[in-house]
């Protein structure tokens, strides 16, 4: 049976990876992202979608079956140098937006048989990290939203989150700039490596699938080891 799949911010990194494993699967794929080069490429129907920008949300699908919502950011500074507008920029991207497109798809999800419904939180919300404050501040809260979510809509909506460790993508770019860095951030984690999107995304997509369907409220962790493993 055909599924449609709502895939929100599916451009690059983890949601690109995500992209390609669910257009394989013979679902109907529906992207909403700020920019839409990649997944055109890949013969994605996409419709704009900006989390900072309040325009009205374009036409969704009567039906949604899996719903996914990518957008993230990386903010890492001191907390004395965090500014109000930096805690509300990662709050309207990660948490806001997120809230935005759930409520607009609601409808949709309660006519799906047995929806999905995927979320992005951080290792950093469960193992402190210094200049994390903003970002784990955000991403606590969509933790939050996911438990609470999966026990409003239960039993028919499914609500689980992913909370990846650092992971090779665009947007983590900075933090794995040369060869040094990358062998550092690798050997934070007991598996002494970093995060493969691909990986990531193979996950989202047995959250989304009929595999998974008595998994709920759920925070899963493809992080390396770095939250739960202590080698001495």
Sequence with gaps: MQHNILLVGGNSGIGLALAKSLSTNGDRLLALSRSTDQLTALGIETLPFDATDSAPLPPLPETIDGL???????NLKPFHRLSEAD???DLQVNLLGAIRILQAALPALKKSDSASVVLFSTVAVSTGMPF??????AKGA????T??????????IRVNAIAPSLTDTRLAS????DDTRRAAAANR?????????????????FLLSPSAQFITG???RPDGGLSSVHLF
């Design 174 to 177: 900075a933090l794995l700039a």
């Design 142 to 145: 969509v933790e939050g939203l």
């Design 218 to 220: 759920q925070v899963h």
């Design 68 to 74: 996914v919502y990518c957008p993230g950011t990386i």
């Design 132 to 137: 994390h404050a903003s970002i784990a501040a």
């Design 189 to 205: 984690h007991p598996l002494k490596a970093i995060g493969n999107p691909a990986n990531v995304a193979a996950l989202a997509t």
């Design 147 to 156: 438990r609470s979510l999966a026990a409003e809509w239960a039993p028919k």
């Design 87 to 89: 805690f509300l920029h």
